[in-house]
């Protein structure tokens, strides 16, 4: 069973899963945070109630990552130009952050096949919420 990262303060709760791991009690809202919709999903298979795909690594990081234009990129160049990405677009955590202001719990997904949560833009996306926040 994969692991399930929890972030709490006292004004909010931030979970981070991947989007084919079963719901659970207390899961709020649940935010697909990647770039690509899951091929082959049908649409009454999706697992979370919102799709944000601007809060997933932008193409041309995901194209270095997977090494689609040369070398696959590291963990150290891809949380830097991730983050960096996020402080061009603070926009795009307004959704999210609306929900954690008023108290809700929002759970984080990406990718199936992301299975190292501490390696993933979910959970360097909800310490950015975090940080935010205080």
Known sequence: MA?????VSSAMTIRTRRWNDPGQKGDGLR????RYRPRGLRKEDE???IWLPELGPGRDLHADLY???????????YRRRYLAEMRERPEAMEKVADELRH?????LLCSSA???????HRTLLAK?????RG
């Open 3 to 7: 692991r399930t990262h929890l972030w």
């Open 31 to 34: 935010v697909l945070v990647c």
């Open 47 to 49: 697992t979370w109630d």
């Open 67 to 77: 090494g689609k234009r040369g070398l696959p990129i590291g963990w150290r160049e």
């Open 103 to 107: 108290g809700r719990t929002v759970t």
């Open 114 to 120: 992301c299975t190292d949560a501490e390696r993933c």
């Open 128 to 132: 950015l919420l975090e940080k935010a």
